[in-house]
């Protein structure tokens, strides 16, 4: 049954003219993160990963061929893109969200870079020894347990 789509589309607060993505190639060094400071340092601009795993810039700006009642003023001759966009897809629908990354500051990236440095670190640190004694037990005195070497007879 189409209502629910049809009293969406009635309810609809046009998300989806309100701003454009641009996919961009993913960030792999210093300068390419230095680039998406410079990015959100502009006004109504973010860039983000999404759960895909495809880098984004979005610049969030209204459509000018947005009605005052959020209906698109030259509808049915709108562009190919709006034509292709499904509404049971629409941030209207599904709810806004669905990044995996999100920086709209250049503080956000600072955060992740340091966040992505302490786990390459941790990944790189020699691994503890274990308090377990090889049973999968803890040993007695919270020591790896050591093995006793038997002499032969």
């Not at 992505?116 to 640190?125: G, L, V, W, Y």
Request: charged share 35%.
């Amino acid at each position: 049954m189409e209502l629910p789509v049809l009293n969406a589309c009635a309810r609809c607060t046009a998300l989806c003219c309100r701003y454009v993505a641009v996919e961009i190639d993913e960030p792999e060094d210093d300068r390419d993160y230095d680039n998406i400071r410079w990015y959100v340092s502009h006004e109504n601009i973010q860039v983000y990963q999404d759960d895909e795993g495809g880098w984004y810039i979005q610049f969030f700006t209204r459509c000018r061929h947005l009605g005052r009642e959020n209906e698109c003023t030259i509808h049915p001759n709108h562009y190919q893109i709006c034509k292709d966009y499904k509404m049971r897809e629409c941030e209207f629908t599904l709810g806004q969200g669905g990044e995996k990354r999100l920086f709209r500051l250049p503080e956000d990236v600072d955060r992740y870079l340091a966040l992505q440095s302490a786990r390459r670190e941790a990944r790189a640190a020699p691994p503890r020894a274990s308090s377990r004694n090889g049973k999968g037990r803890p040993s007695r005195n919270g020591r790896p347990h050591r093995r006793q070497k038997t002499g032969a007879r």
